[in-house]
């Protein structure tokens, strides 16, 4: 994960097949904000629960939850993505069309 004010890494992730043949992606995450940002955004981690829709062939979004330990929570949908992987917020902006503006 990667955003304009800190990156993550995934420590541990599993795919889980549940018994209706859909698909579950479970992780457990840290993420480091930038230095500029962490007087109000603490080094944390986290975890998820995704459920993976569509096909192999033609895959849907993922849908889910996480949590951290900052006792932060919400919910998520990630329905759009790229083959092309990067570790540059700014690479990535410029991959889903969109322009990346100054940050400290």
Same mark, same amino acid.
């Given at each position: ?19 209706? =043949? ?7 995450? %840290?993420? +480091?904000?930038?230095? @500029?940002? *962490?007087?109000?955004? &603490? ?20 849908? =889910? ?7 932060? %929570?919400? +919910?998520?949908?990630? @329905?759009? *993505?790229?083959?092309? &992987? ?19």
């Amino acid at each position: 994960m990667i955003t304009e004010q800190s990156a993550g890494d995934l420590l541990i992730g599993h795919l889980i097949e549940q018994d209706d =043949g859909a698909f579950r992606l479970i992780g457990v995450y %840290r993420n +480091e904000p930038r230095i @500029s940002a *962490r007087d109000r955004s &603490a080094i944390h981690y986290g975890a998820f629960i995704l459920e993976v829709g569509g096909t192999a062939i033609n895959p849907g979004p993922l849908r =889910g939850y996480y949590w951290t330990d900052r006792g932060t %929570r919400g +919910e998520l949908v990630v @329905s759009d *993505r790229r083959l092309q &992987a990067t570790n540059s917020y700014d690479v990535a902006l410029r991959l889903f069309g969109m322009v990346a503006e100054a940050v400290d």
